[in-house]
């Protein structure tokens, strides 16, 4: 190999190595986007048929309003 063959692999390695981080890392942030949706769409329907009628029976023995 020539000096400039191997400056070349060289390079190229090395941008191959950032670029599987960077896509690593990206692939963790997409798992926990994810993650998040995931929890938001399942978990905030359970916790309205859980917890939403106590929090209106309170609103309305204290006599809360809106406005």
């Known amino acids: 190999m020539t000096k400039a063959e191997i400056l070349v692999n060289k390079g190229c390695n090395i941008f191959m190595q950032k670029e ?3 896509y ?4 963790y942030g997409l798992f926990f986007a994810f993650l998040i949706a995931a929890t938001f769409f399942l978990g905030v329907p359970e916790f309205g048929r859980t917890y939403w009628a106590s929090v209106l029976r309170l609103k309305q023995d204290f006599g809360l309003t809106y406005c």
């Open 20 to 22: 599987r981080k960077r």
């Open 24 to 27: 690593e890392r990206k692939g």
